[in-house]
């Protein structure tokens, strides 16, 4: 498998219902990113994690940082319709401490709101 | 205002005709990557440059050339397009660090189909 799997690799919900979708990940890292798409649209990055933060909150977005388990999660409160979309975990491949410029996303998840 | 652009945005081609997709910032970017994006494949990096005349390949380089003359500007280049490289391509730029990666900004992508 490769860095940065996200899961599940789809998910539908209802309007109003918090999204949860995971990221793990092989290697060490300096930070973690997640990005989302709308359908066949360039990429939108949400928020970004440090490897030394375990937790950020952006609007209705969370993110959590597990270094020990290299996994990341990412929810979304009171979904909305227009969330619909794609969500990708991103992360840099590090050695030492040091980006060498090598970015490795997931395959995504699908998120689906219903209104 | 900030923004990636890509040209063109559609491109239908055949086998073994070069062609070039042009990527520019304007956000004085160090960093600039190019990637494709295929179905359950999520995005895999071709190239990327952490600055002017500095490039290093990505996943998926193979039948793809790359350029960095100005800081603004990260053409991708195929030689000679076979099918398989039928894709949905986005290029992304960001401020570079050795030590810390930050937040991609992405072009709008270009959809090329090789027949």
């Known amino acids: 498998s490769q860095q940065g799997e996200e899961d599940p690799q789809a998910l539908s919900i209802q309007e109003g219902e918090n999204a949860t979708m995971n990221c793990s990940y092989k290697?060490?890292?300096?930070?973690l990113q997640w990005y989302r798409q709308n359908s066949g649209r360039g990429l939108v990055h949400l928020i970004l994690?440090?490897?030394?933060?375990r937790e950020k909150h952006s609007g209705r977005l969370r993110v959590t940082l597990d270094t020990s388990k290299k996994s990341s999660s990412l929810l979304i409160t009171a979904s909305r319709a227009a969330d619909t979309a794609s969500y990708f975990c991103?992360?840099?491949?590090?050695?030492?401490?040091?980006?060498?410029?090598?970015?490795?996303f997931g395959q995504g998840t699908i998120l689906t709101v219903h209104p | 205002e900030a923004q990636v652009t890509q040209n063109p945005r559609y491109l239908i081609t055949v086998t073994g005709k070069k062609l070039t997709v042009t990527c520019s910032q304007n956000?004085?970017?160090?960093?600039m990557s190019w990637y494709r994006q295929d179905p359950g494949l999520g995005l895999r990096q071709i190239y990327y440059?952490?600055?002017?005349?500095?490039?290093d390949k990505g996943d998926v380089p193979e039948g793809y050339k790359v350029s960095r003359k100005e800081k603004r500007n990260f053409p991708l280049i195929l030689e000679s397009p076979s099918p398989n490289q039928t894709s949905l391509y986005f290029c992304?730029?960001?401020?570079?660090?050795?030590?810390?990666?930050?937040?991609?900004?992405f072009g709008p992508g270009t959809r090329l189909t090789v027949t």
């Open positions: 992304a730029s960001s401020f570079g660090g050795r030590h810390l990666f930050y937040e991609q900004y």
């Open positions: 290697t060490s890292i300096n930070n």
């Open positions: 994690i440090r490897s030394n933060e």
């Open positions: 991103a992360t840099p491949l590090t050695t030492g401490g040091t980006s060498y410029g090598k970015l490795t």
């Open positions: 956000m004085n970017h160090e960093y």
């Open positions: 440059s952490m600055n002017v005349e500095v490039t």
